[in-house]
T-cell receptor, first 112, second 116 residues
Framework: DAKTTQPTSMDCAEGRAANLPCNHSTISGNEYVYWYRQIHSQGPQYIIHGLKNNETNEMASLIITEDRKSSTLILPHATLRDTAVYYCIVRSINTNAGKSTFGDGTTLTVKP | NAGVTQTPKFQVLKTGQSMTLQCAQDMNHEYMSWYRQDPGMGLRLIHYSVGAGITDQGEVPNGYNVSRSTTEDFPLRLLSAAPSQTSVYFC???????????????FGPGTRLLVL
């Protein structure tokens, strides 16, 4: 599975959009991009995933560049409860979810 | 559904002691995994299983054993605890799909282990 690079930390004002970038320049055609988040001391929680089209659900939007070498997770109206570590994972369809490898993620701090 | 449950929530061990961390899921998921998370770090995969009777090693398997006798349970055994195994341990499960894509993992609340 391709490696990912994320900034170590980011801040965002409450009520504003939080845009979390992820670089995955070695991604291959059969690899999906997944985002999880981990609120302090809890187990990680799935947010969203995509292959090449942009995706949106009730939690967030995922924008994947046309060349698929990077993506951005967007939390449209960040709240204090969105303060967490956000993990970007790239995984092949040939790799089962149980083998997912997590990097260090981005620590997002939402400030009042 | 209770989802993924882990016991105990917190454990203190002395160096050399052994113990088993329990993990159970009631979602009939085929895949189960164990991760450890050291302070300020991301998750590292210890062992995983693709079904009852089938397990494999992850990134950091040394010092740990697993077995999967049922779909529901996936215990993690520490053979001889060392201070370097002080960490938070998370269990996760996921279902399989025909395409292999789109599977998401569901995580338990974690077990905090301190080895003195």
């Amino acid at each position: 599975d391709a490696k990912t690079t994320q900034p170590t930390s980011m801040d965002c004002a409450e009520g504003r959009a939080a845009n979390l970038p992820c670089n995955h320049s070695t991604i291959s055609g059969n690899e999906y991009v997944y985002w999880y988040r981990q609120i302090h001391s809890q187990g990680p929680q799935y947010i969203i995933h995509g292959l090449k089209n942009n995706e949106t659900n009730e939690m967030a939007s995922l924008i994947i560049t046309e060349d698929r070498k990077s993506s951005t997770l967007i939390l449209p109206h960040a709240t204090l409860r969105d303060t967490a570590v956000y993990y970007c994972i790239v995984r092949s369809i040939n790799t089962n979810a149980g083998k997912s490898t997590f990097g260090d993620g981005t620590t997002l701090t939402v400030k009042p | 559904n209770a989802g993924v449950t882990q016991t105990p929530k917190f454990q203190v061990l002395k160096t050399g002691q052994s113990m088993t961390l329990q993990c159970a899921q009631d979602m009939n998921h085929e895949y189960m995994s164990w991760y450890r998370q050291d302070p300020g770090m991301g998750l590292r995969l210890i062992h995983y299983s693709v079904g009852a009777g089938i397990t494999d090693q992850g990134e950091v398997p040394n010092g740990y054993n697993v077995s999967r006798s049922t779909t529901e349970d996936f215990p993690l055994r520490l053979l001889s605890a060392a201070p370097s195994q002080t960490s938070v341990y998370f269990c996760a499960s996921s279902y399989s799909s025909f395409s292999g894509a789109g599977e998401t993992q569901y995580f338990g609340p974690g077990t905090r282990l301190l080895v003195l």
